[in-house]
Structures are given as C-alpha cells and as structure tokens.
C-alpha cells in the first residue's frame, strides 16, 4: 500500500510560482509512475504531467508546457510540481497519483494510489 501526501499549495499571484511535493509514506515509489492532476470547481480531473520512475519520460499537458516541470527523487521518495508563471486559470485542487503500470498513463482510472489534494489559488 502506497500512501500519498501532497504539499506546498497556497494563495498566489498571477504570475508567481509555487512549488508542490508529493511525498510517499508505505513503501517506495521505486518502478512507480507518477502523475500530478488539479481539478477546478465544476470540471473534471484532468492530468497535469507524468513522470515514469526512470524519470527519462515525462508528460505535459499543452495547458502548462513550458510553465511546469515535475522531478522526483528516489531517495527521498518524493516527486515535486515546480509552476511557474502562473495563471488564475491554473486555480485547482492538485492532487498527485501513482500507479506501479508502467508508460504515460493520462486516465485518472489507471491510478490506484492518489493524494488528498492541495488548494492552488491563482490571484489575478
């Protein structure tokens, strides 16, 4: 069993950053892929990125290229979400989810593991 424990959220201005942490507590992320989603009021959870264990693949949704980036840590068992420039479109619930599947898995069905979430709030 995989535990998940999102961090880092909070109150921020269009055009600041934030950096979210996704910690695993039950065993090791190791060989897990592991995703970040955010979901706003009255819309769906759709993926934000993915990374694979190898951490060599990686995945971003056309919304946040080039604005987000996902690294993880095997030693630390921890994959963090680095946003910047942010956005008041960016203002969700993120929640990130793992899965020992292996490859760029975008459905929220593919992920047994997931996180409580943490509040993102984009001022404008």
């Known amino acids: 069993q995989v535990q998940l424990v999102e961090s880092g959220g909070g109150l921020v201005q269009a055009g600041g950053s934030l950096r979210l942490s996704c910690a695993a507590s039950?065993?090791?992320?190791?060989?897990?892929?592991i995703a970040w989603f955010r979901q706003a009021p009255g819309k769906e959870r759709d993926v934000v990125g993915i990374?694979?264990?190898?951490?060599?693949?990686?995945y971003y949704a056309d919304s946040v290229k080039g604005r987000f980036t996902i690294s993880r840590d095997s030693a630390k068992n921890t994959v963090w979400l680095q946003m910047n420039s942010l956005s008041p479109e960016d203002t969700a619930v993120y929640y990130c989810?793992?899965?020992?599947?292996?490859?760029?898995?975008?459905?929220?069905?593919?992920?047994?593991?997931w996180g409580q979430g943490t509040q993102v709030t984009v001022s404008s």
């Open positions: 990374i694979a264990w190898s951490g060599v693949y990686t």
């Open positions: 989810a793992a899965t020992p599947r292996t490859g760029i898995r975008r459905d929220k069905a593919s992920y047994e593991y």
């Open positions: 039950g065993r090791t992320f190791s060989g897990y892929t």
